[in-house]
């Protein structure tokens, strides 16, 4: 069955913003470090930002200041904030845990233009 699965992405303007969603299940989230990957056409998939259990945070230069990674561990729910939106921030967006990744779901669309 599906482990990850993403949502909330969309067309948005330069300096807009948007929330993404990740649900996952028990086994991939309990007392997991957590991370935000993306991904755009022709180039590697890098991880943005990164959680862990106790709500310690990474965030990979091109997004500190602007985005946000949080976790829900009740609701098994990983979160992330994105603010002040650029174009170079269109890719599609995919969660996993760093401690052992797992299948990749289908993530979700961010594309920012004007």
């Known amino acids: 069955q599906v482990q990850l699965v993403e949502s909330g992405g969309g067309l948005v303007q330069p300096g807009g913003s948007l929330r993404l969603s990740c649900a996952a299940s028990?086994?991939?989230?309990?007392?997991?470090?957590m991370g935000w990957y993306r991904q755009a056409p022709g180039k590697q998939r890098d991880l943005v930002a990164s959680?862990?259990?106790?709500?310690?945070?990474n965030y990979a230069d091109s997004v500190k200041g602007r985005f946000t990674i949080t976790r829900d561990n009740a609701k098994l729910t990983l979160y992330l904030q994105m603010n002040s939106l650029k174009p170079e921030d269109t890719a599609v967006y995919y969660c996993?845990?760093?401690?052992?990744?797992?299948?990749w779901g289908r993530g979700t669309q961010v594309t920012v233009s004007s």
């Open positions: 959680i862990a259990s106790d709500g310690f945070t």
């Open positions: 028990g086994v991939i989230f309990n007392r997991n470090v």
């Open positions: 996993n845990r760093l401690t052992y990744r797992v299948n």
